[in-house]
């Protein structure tokens, strides 16, 4: 099983500053990854997806990048509304689909 | 537009069964894979299956094998995530997914999610 880790768990970041997220893979995955945001009391959301790419409605602020096991989500200034948790998902090892543990972004 | 509307909380005792459902709408139900994850209170997310309405082709993860079963009817648009003897560590929020990348072969992110639902097991 490809094992993700996040880091940091906790970043604390002031409205305006930009935010790293890091996302390591235990073996390589290719491009096959997947960050979501989750808010309180709320589902998750796909923010982006091969890495890189934004899905439908999300702001050019949120960059994905990486390959292999490295992986970064970049949150360029950042708004009130990003605020929230962040996890990256694995599926290039099929049939097992796996989740990060999740970095926590707050003021 | 796509949504997923999944069934209402439930509060269960400790070997009692349970089924849960997400009923999708806006899209072909029967060829786009829905998986299921779990979010046990505080904590992150657990991919537990996935499933292919049209053939029922069913995915499980291993730690999650014979814990859970999952199912669909496509004629009538829902999946089912099923327990026959829960435990109070089964208490936590359930959310359905719909696959997002439209491949069979290999299923990949999840595009839009159900609203969960929150299953409590208390004795």
């Known amino acids: 099983e490809t094992v993700m880790t996040q880091s940091p768990d906790t970043l604390s970041v002031s409205p305006g500053e930009r935010a790293t997220l890091s996302c390591r893979a235990s073996?390589?995955?290719?491009?096959?990854l997947a960050w979501y945001q989750q808010k309180p009391g709320q589902a998750p959301s796909l923010l982006i997806y091969?890495?890189?790419t934004r899905a439908t409605g999300i702001p050019a602020r949120f960059i994905g990048s990486g390959s292999g096991t490295e992986f970064t989500l970049t949150i360029n200034s950042l708004q009130s509304e990003d605020f929230a948790v962040y996890y990256c998902?694995?599926?290039?090892?099929?049939?097992?689909?796996?989740f990060g543990g999740g970095t926590k972004v707050e003021i | 537009e796509v949504q997923l509307v999944q069934s209402g909380p439930e509060v269960k005792k400790p070997g009692e069964s349970l089924k849960i459902s997400c009923k999708g709408s806006?899209?072909?139900?029967?060829?786009?894979?829905i998986g299921w994850v779990r979010q046990m209170p505080g904590k992150g997310l657990e991919w537990l299956g996935i499933?292919?309405?049209?053939?029922?082709?069913?995915r499980i993860s291993p730690p999650f094998q014979g814990l859970v079963t999952i199912s669909a009817d496509k004629s009538i648009n829902t999946a089912y995530l099923q327990w026959s003897s829960l435990k109070a560590s089964d208490t936590a929020m359930y959310f359905c997914?719909?696959?997002?990348?439209?491949?069979?072969?290999?299923?990949?992110?999840?595009?839009?999610w159900g609203q969960g639902t929150l299953v409590t097991v208390s004795s």
């Open positions: 997914a719909k696959e997002g990348s439209g491949s069979y072969f290999r299923p990949a992110y999840f595009r839009q």
């Open positions: 806006g899209y072909t139900f029967a060829t786009d894979w």
């Open positions: 499933i292919f309405p049209h053939n029922s082709d069913t």
């Open positions: 073996q390589s995955i290719s491009t096959d």
């Open positions: 091969d890495s890189s």
């Open positions: 998902q694995q599926y290039n090892s099929w049939p097992s689909l796996t």
